[in-house]
T-cell receptor, first 112, second 115 residues
Framework: QQQVKQSPQSLIVQKGGISIINCAYE??????FPWYQQFPGKGPALLIA?????SEKKEGRFTISFNKSAKQFSLHIMDSQPGDSATYFC???????????FGAGTTVTVRA | KAGVTQTPRYLIKTRGQQVTLSCSPI?????VSWYQQTPGQGLQFLFE???????NKGNFPGRFSGRQFSNSRSEMNVSTLELGDSALYLC??????????????FGPGTRLTVL
């Protein structure tokens, strides 16, 4: 049973456009929500993360929006570039889980 | 700081054999986690070690085992390999002693193919 549900499975965006990926969770004990970026043949790389005490976090062109009451969080990629073409995973963990629960992943393709 | 290193990067084994994968965490990190990544099941948690103690274990059969050494390096072992064990095995390193310090950094993975 997947604890974190991620959508869409894939998306195509034009260069300069905005990519939006959504995740939802049920476990209210989760208190850490990272996003990972993975290129083919590579391990996932930590992109940005948020904790429930803030509703938004921005790092460069990447923004996480967090809605604690709805138990949802999303990744926005602004001004998408061809180099952003990758698979993105949301994840969640609780303080004493000692593990990450991952979403199924979203393959983003940025067309030049 | 050097990142997480995993060896070997690629392995080909046959059914019934066993395999040992190795992971060296980022210097100073004492938590090492292992994940299995497949196209069908995605990223699934195997186990996590901290200071040589297993603190959490995922829902995998007993053929999957691991250990951590006093220098924080970790190994995982899969015995009696099955075709379905073909996957990318990822190691993640974290300073995660307790509570909030749970950022995890992944290595490049070991690609295991079982024939």
């Amino acid at each position: 049973q997947q604890q974190v549900k991620q959508s869409p499975q894939s998306l195509i965006v034009q260069k300069g456009g905005i990519s939006i990926i959504n995740c939802a969770y049920e476990n209210t004990a989760f208190d850490y929500f990272p996003w990972y970026q993975q290129f083919p043949g590579k391990g996932p790389a930590l992109l940005i993360a948020i904790r429930p005490d803030v509703s938004e976090k921005k790092e460069g062109r990447f923004t996480i929006s967090f809605n604690k009451s709805a138990k949802q969080f999303s990744l926005h990629i602004m001004d998408s570039q061809p180099g952003d073409s990758a698979t993105y995973f949301c994840a969640a963990s609780g303080a004493n889980d000692y593990k990450l629960s991952f979403g199924a992943g979203t393959t983003v393709t940025v067309r030049a | 700081k050097a990142g997480v290193t995993q060896t070997p990067r690629y392995l080909i084994k046959t059914r019934g054999q066993q395999v040992t994968l190795s992971c060296s965490p980022i210097s100073g990190h004492r938590s090492v986690s292992w994940y299995q990544q497949t196209p069908g099941q995605g990223l699934q948690f195997l186990f996590e070690y901290f200071s040589e103690t297993q603190r959490n274990k995922g829902n995998f059969p007993g053929r999957f085992s691991g250990r951590q050494f006093s220098n924080s390096r970790s190994e995982m072992n899969v015995s009696t390999l099955e075709l379905g064990d073909s996957a990318l095995y990822l190691c993640a390193s974290s300073p995660w002693s307790s509570g909030a310090n749970n950022e995890q950094f992944f290595g490049p993975g070991t690609r295991l193919t079982v024939l």
